[in-house]
């Protein structure tokens, strides 16, 4: 039972849930008194699908898990997050309509359709009934995935955005989202797509090919601070953290495994320790045509600004004292 709903969860093509919502929602209109109440059956999906990505296991934002049933109606630290009976004024319905915020899927635009919405309220006013198979126990708590399940990789493949993504999105988006909990996005940096983690807006955060000169990596690593994740500790693992690097040195390939062009002349921005005359961190840079402010010393904290060459390496614009 367990492997079923997880297959169903992962196997349903996007629009899927939308589909079996109307066809609900077509049934309501029908008038049909037979009508059965949507069960876990019909939500646990939608969430697993939605919303486990964060509200899972011990790190779930206000201690909400979605995995399984039990959680589900249990809640988090606020105690639960609706009242089986009345979805009206619950807080998962609240959340889910954006008359609380930030808005849930955290993740989104896209947010969930009006009928899935409708959905999930059917069930919450329908008692929030259990998944039929197994309408006592909490069984399906196991086969909530933690994040999307990493494909195996053959050794010496590149790592492409597929496994890069769920990391970025279940410990960063929360923040680095157009709709974030600290509202816009820290820096301007959004990292829910792989076009916008590359964007040259401002400042370049991955430069592909060159971990070292990768903010992005650099603020994981906690080489330039304030480190990343900004709640953290916990920090990323050092599997997590060593996949990102690997990321960018394959070349920041996106989901299709094509690497990504080097954004020559964009802005960079680092904060370190300068190393060397030339080198910050390690990572050797053109200082040649760089201003110098307030006689940064090797060995002591200097801000670096540059711009991104047509090799990948930088060139100093400015080099600052800190
Ligand atoms: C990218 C991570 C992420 C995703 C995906 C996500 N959430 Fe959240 N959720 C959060 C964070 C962070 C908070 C805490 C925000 C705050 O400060 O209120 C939160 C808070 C909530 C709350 C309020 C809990 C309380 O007790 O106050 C509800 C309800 C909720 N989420 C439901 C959902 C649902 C339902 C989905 C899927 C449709 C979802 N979330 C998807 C990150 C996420
Ligand atoms: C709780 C909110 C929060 C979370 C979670 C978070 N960040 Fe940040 N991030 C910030 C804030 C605030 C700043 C600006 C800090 C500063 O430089 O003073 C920032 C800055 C950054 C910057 C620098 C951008 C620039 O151009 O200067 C990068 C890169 C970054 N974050 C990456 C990440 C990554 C990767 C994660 C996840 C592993 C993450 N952040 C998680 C809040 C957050």
Partial sequence: MQADLFFRANSRRPGGFAMRALSFIGLLTLGSAALA??????????????????????????????????AALKGGVNGPVFKP??????????????????????????????A??????AWIDGGALPSKADAKSDKTAAAA???????????????????VEPILLARCAKCHSENGIMGAPPEGFIVRSHAQTLAAGERVRVIPRQP??????????????????FDGPPWLSETEIDLIEQWISDGARDRAGKPAPIPVGASVRFRGILTGPEEIDGMPFDGGGARIDKAPRVGSEAELRG??????????????RR
């Avoid at 309509?97 to 896209?110: A, I, V």
């Fill in 116 to 121: 899935e919405i409708a959905l999930v309220a």
């Fill in 145 to 163: 995935p933690t994040a999307a399940p990493v494909a195996a990789r053959k050794p010496g493949d590149p790592v492409t955005w597929t496994e």
């Fill in 37 to 70: 109440a949507p069960t876990w059956d019909d939500v646990g999906p939608l969430f697993a699908s939605r919303c486990t990505l964060c509200h899972n296991g011990d790190g779930a934002p206000n201690g909400l898990r979605l995995g399984s049933y039990a």
């Fill in 212 to 229: 070292q000169a990768s903010e992005l990596l650099r603020r994981v690593r906690g080489l330039s601070r304030p480190r990343m994740p």
């Fill in 85 to 114: 009976g009345t979805s009206a004024g619950s807080e998962l319905i609240r959340r889910l309509k954006g008359e609380s915020q930030p808005r849930m899927p955290m993740t989104g635009p896209p947010f969930l359709s009006d």
């Fill in 307 to 320: 711009s991104v060459q047509s090799d990948g390496s930088i060139r100093a614009t400015r080099l600052r």
